[in-house]
């Protein structure tokens, strides 16, 4: 059941493409909302939204922000060295973090490569608990906007998709799920110590989204296989080289194996998970060439 509280949720990264879709979950469903940010006269938050400027940095600048709010969604883009602090502020004034962490526990090959990624929310995930917070674990797989900046650009261009391993299969999920899983959370305190995995509900290959994709577009979109080191060639000068080799290594080891998919978004929502193709269809203008001006 929704409960509707007088205290406010801190929404950490509120500008963010995740935290932005919590901050209007938590408003439609009557939630107070607070939000931290670096730039609060920047921040484009809707008028009922708390704006408070801080930043998790700067431990003590989160003080104002995290007093006497009822739970707290927790996005972490930094390097780690001021977790514990910020970490230790949360802890004396709320209950309660869902933190958006990622599925580095599934035993499932895509999830397992090295990743520095896995390793902070590891350690972030550790602090949590050590601190007596009450704490959901929102771990979402791949996204499915990731496909804008992957590809958009060819598409828009008329020109194939260059990618590497199309039979390497993910189940790619809408942020929008992601933020109602995340909102749930955050208002229902019966959320607290759950771990929750989320996917997309189906199985597809990269070679076969770039399909959907020009489905939802109305053209054929060809794909052309790239070697692993004809990607890094690619993406040289654009694409820091750990994170390169981390998709590689991910998108190799799964081949062959179905991607992990589970039913949590259903289970937590009520409502399915969006498709891929939903999702396409609903994008469709990230993947149209721009008008013309007159």
């Known amino acids: 059941m929704t409960r509707h509280r007088s205290d406010p949720v801190l929404v950490t990264g509120g500008t963010g493409r995740v935290g932005r879709l919590v901050v209007d979950r938590l408003l439609a469903e009557g939630v107070p909302v607070r939000a931290l940010t670096r730039n609060a006269a920047e921040a484009n938050l809707p008028s009922d939204v708390e704006v408070v400027a801080g930043d998790l940095t700067v431990p003590e600048s989160i003080d104002r922000a995290a007093a006497g709010v009822d739970a707290v969604f927790l996005v972490w883009t930094i390097p780690f060295a001021t977790a514990p602090a910020v970490i230790e502020r949360l802890a004396a004034n709320t209950r309660r973090v869902v933190l958006l962490s990622s599925p580095h526990q599934t035993p499932h090959p895509f999830f397992q490569q090295p990743n520095p990624a896995a390793k902070l929310h590891a350690d972030l995930e550790r602090l949590i ?4 917070l009450a704490a959901t674990m929102i771990r979402p797989g791949i996204f499915a906007s990731n496909t804008i900046p992957w590809w958009s650009g060819p598409i828009k261009n008329g020109e194939p998709v260059r990618w590497p391993f199309g ?3 993910t189940a790619p999920i809408d942020e929008r799920d992601v933020a109602e899983v995340a909102a749930q959370a955050l208002w229902d305190d019966r959320h607290a110590g759950a771990d929750y995995v989320l996917t997309g509900p189906e199985s597809l290959s990269q070679a076969g989204q770039v399909r959907i994709i020009g489905e939802a577009i ?9 070697t692993a080191e004809e990607f890094r060639q690619a993406t040289s000068e654009t694409w820091p080289r750990p994170v390169v080799d981390m998709l590689l290594d991910a998108w190799q080891a799964t081949i062959g194996h179905p991607a992990y998919v589970t039913s949590t978004v259903l289970d937590v929502t009520g409502s399915p998970a969006r498709t891929f193709a939903r999702w396409a269809a609903e994008h469709v203008e990230a ?5 013309p001006t007159s």
């Not at 608990?129 to 007596?132: D, T």
């Not at 109305?218 to 790239?226: D, N, P, Q, S, V």
């Open 218 to 226: 109305g053209r054929h979109i060809e794909f052309h296989e790239l």
């Open 167 to 169: 039979a390497a299969e």
């Open 287 to 291: 993947f149209r060439p721009s008008s």
């Open 129 to 132: 608990v050590g601190s007596g």
